[in-house]
Structures are given as structure tokens and as C-alpha cells.
């Protein structure tokens, strides 16, 4: 069973910064491609930022392209564990969602439908108040 858990969210003026963390779990995650999706209210889920799934690039959303940076640490990565970052910077109000850590057991290269995604964590709250 994969665990994904999500911490870091909160609340925040425009213009400044939050860390969010996913903490993951459960399998050998060296086969599992990880990424971020965020859902505002009334609206479908996006995607945010991902690793390729070899690994050797990431890649992000156009919204979010130089603002947001995903990375692992590779300190805490381990057979059945691993940790991926989302950090944020200059945060606008339309960033203001639920942000979800999300992985998948291979597939392509790039991916950023969320369907394509198996395991989810249970989300956490952003607000950019503007």
C-alpha cells in the first residue's frame, strides 16, 4: 500500500513563499514517478510540477513555470520511503488551492493527466490572499 502524506500549506500574502512536502511510503519508489496537482474550488484538478519518469528532468505547469521548483531529498529516500518538495515563490491569488502529492507506477515519459496517477495524498490548503 503507497501513503502519501502532504504538509505546508497555509495561508499567505501575495507576493510571498511556501514550502509544501510530501512524505511517501509503502513501496520501492524507485519505480514510482511523483508529481503535483492542485484543485481550486468549482474547478477540475491540474497539474503543477512532476519528475520525468527516468528521473533526469521535471517539468511544470506554464502558470506556475519559474515560480515553483519540485525536488526529492535524496537524504531521505530510501527503498520505501521518499520525501518530494514543492517550493513556492511569488504566489499569486489564483495559486489559492488544494494541493495534492501524487504518484504513478511508470507510463510515460511526461505526464500530466491526473487519472493516469494511482496513488494521492489527502491534500493540503493554500491561500494567497491578494
Known amino acids: 500500500q503507497v501513503q502519501l502524506v502532504e504538509s505546508g500549506g497555509g495561508l499567505v500574502q501575495a507576493g510571498g513563499s511556501l514550502r509544501l512536502s510530501c512524505a511517501a511510503s509503502g513501496r520501492t519508489f524507485s519505480s514510482y514517478v511523483m508529481a503535483w496537482f492542485r484543485q481550486a474550488p468549482g474547478k477540475e484538478r491540474e497539474f503543477v510540477a512532476g519528475?520525468?519518469?527516468?528521473?533526469?528532468?521535471?517539468?511544470?505547469?506554464?502558470?506556475v513555470k519559474g515560480r515553483f521548483t519540485i525536488s526529492r531529498d535524496n537524504t531521505k529516500k530510501t527503498v520505501v520511503s521518499t520525501t518530494v518538495s514543492l517550493q513556492m515563490n511569488s504566489l499569486k491569488a489564483e495559486d489559492t488551492a488544494v494541493y495534492y502529492c501524487?504518484?504513478?507506477?511508470?507510463?510515460?515519459?511526461?505526464?500530466?493527466?491526473?487519472?493516469?496517477?494511482?496513488?494521492w495524498g489527502q491534500g493540503t490548503q493554500v491561500t494567497v490572499s491578494s
Open positions: 501524487a504518484a504513478r507506477p511508470g507510463g510515460a515519459e511526461y505526464e500530466s493527466r491526473w487519472p493516469r496517477y494511482d496513488y
Open positions: 519528475f520525468s519518469r527516468s528521473g533526469d528532468s521535471t517539468y511544470y505547469a506554464d502558470s
